[in-house]
């Protein structure tokens, strides 16, 4: 009597990780100084210097009792407030502590949010090109995945279709900017645009739409720009925030789901956040983590690598004749592949240990997406590299 | 679009919650000294030194993009291979990593164990008494829980019963030992009437029937005795343990969930896992507590305060005339009440500032539960309360 369910969804492997072992392997063979593996969005820059202090002060200044103690089910109160207040100076928001949720990163802020509000059947709409493991998390929260088809123009949304798409059944949008994998921004033009269309439907049904925003990049924008705070564009937001780009922590699983006080059912939500926790057995994310991350939440990594990066590569893939946006933020780029399969395109790129990932599981097929938080001498050395590539396999 | 269904658990409100904030608020006008707080199984012992001592040292050690970096979807395999290590050499057991998954303690432990092996509608078998979280564990991977009624002798289980319990729609049966609330130790003699049991029925339906056994108490037994090890008799058991209890973590979420290799999907089950924990975008605890867990496997946080707390309490309680079986192991002793409604009974026990939790929700109505993971002093000065209630009130 083994869960069918979980079962086959073994049989389908993710291609990211796939591609990953395949690197790993080569690595293995070759060095893994020689394998340009562009595969998987692990920073490189290490944790600020004072959040390891902040987690030294805390294991020599409090009891370990006090320290590594439950947390309440709805989250460390000091931490919540520090949170609330953090992102009202920052965005000018007037969040409490009981607006706050900390979750174990933004994949569990998100599976919480559509927990609490997709009842099952439910549509939830994205945008492509769109973070691939969304359709588990709306899938296994009982919803239906909808994805609106990208705009490769300039990675915006492309509304029409949009507004065709948002139906009755519609509980949730789920949006990701600054988006993985284009690297896009998406302008407070395009969240106005976003946040009239989903009000006049809500009226139009007579019932709430969330607005599910996925930030775990909200600080990684470049050219000193910012990315508009998509709360503040519309009330039924539910923010879901993760610490593991913002302060290199991905393994740490820390971050927090922030519901918009303007939302009728702010805290009901987060109340429902720690009910939905006990189902799946989650609980809060660690007591310590909560506490060092919550003395440092202005911080960041130094990002200026993930720019330089940027930069390098956008330069070569045009110059090379890559159509190809250029990012505004993350650590990813999104060129279009040189033949209308990019799987085959990446298949190609492999034989000369560049490992690219082809973008038909993020809905955008053609394309392919590079993870460029890596080292910069690394990124050099792949510039000729791609350069050989396109020119001996597809003349270019 | 509110979810209906965790807005609905909103109101039934856990009583040792509630109760645990009757005494907060006691204690705010009385000081928290004169409450005689027993409802909590919060662990009052700090964690052992070598546990912050390894902490320290990966932070030192480490390079933070390594040490906070993405742990892989089944764990950190050092990991994994430690804790197969020692389970082997402590139990005489055969765990490859392959048979460990890593968990956010014993809570996500048992919700992974229930979604991999009980399909929606499946029944699953516990014993009273039963920790109440078991409801919403069951629930909500869609099982339903049937309740085995008490042995109130021993606290050991009525096999008769059980038996008669164990129909073909069950997929698993879920056991506690060391358990809470009874503080009862199973015997191997009850584990191995219960394998039979087990066997005979899975035999005579045709199917396999898991045996979750959640472990958080398992170092925790007196008078120098041990839990002998339930997977040991039973090949389909899934090992749910955590580091809560035995290191005095319990807000650090880490624990495991370890397959009996002698179980033909014990690999497939862990993977199985993997996938479960994206769907609730759990994923993996924290890689920090990973690896500081995995250096102090063996340690335990010093257990001889719950010893004496047990025996002073035991001692007391027999003496006013309680009836009460000595726990073996835990930190919980389990009293029946000098009334039938022991929530009347714990009702009044409050207004002498003795918080005491009724143990209807722990399948076991008449019976109470007291916590005594508290200072050795402040059992001794609520002794003498608790002579003077059982006085005033029960004559006795």
Redesign the interface.
Known sequence: ????R??E??EEKSVI?TLSEIAAKRAEKIGKENVFDYS?G??????PAAF?EA??SL?SEK???Q?????P?LGIPSVKARIAASLNQRFGMHYGPEHIFP???A??????AL?????PG?EVLTIAPFFP?YR??V???GGVLKVVPPDTGAFQIDFETFASMLGPKV?AVLINTPNNPSGAVYSAETLRRLARIMTEKSEEYG????LISDEPYREIVFDGKEQPYVSSFYANTIACYSFSKSL???????GYLAVNPACP?AA??V??CG??S????????????QLAVARVLDRTADFTVYERNRNLLYDCLKEIGFEVVKPQGTFYIFPKALEEDAVAFCQKALEYDLVLVPADSFGCPGYFRMAYCIETEKVERSLPVLRRFAREVYGK
Do not use: W
């Not at 009597?1 to 069918?4: D, N, P, S, W």
């Not at 290199?248 to 820390?254: N, T």
């Open positions: 009597m083994i869960v069918r979980y079962k969804m073994l990780r998987l692990n920073p490189s820059v290490p944790a390891t987690v030294s294991l009891d370990a009792t320290l590594h103690g439950y947390s089910t979750a174990s990163a994949a569990a802020a998100i599976a919480h927990r609490a509000v997709v009842e439910d493991e588990p998390y899938e296994l929260a509980a019932h709430d739409i969330f290199s922590l991905p393994g740490e699983r820390i059912d009901l939500i109340n429902m009910q939905i006990r189902g799946i057995g989650h609980n809060c994310p660690s007591s310590l983590m």
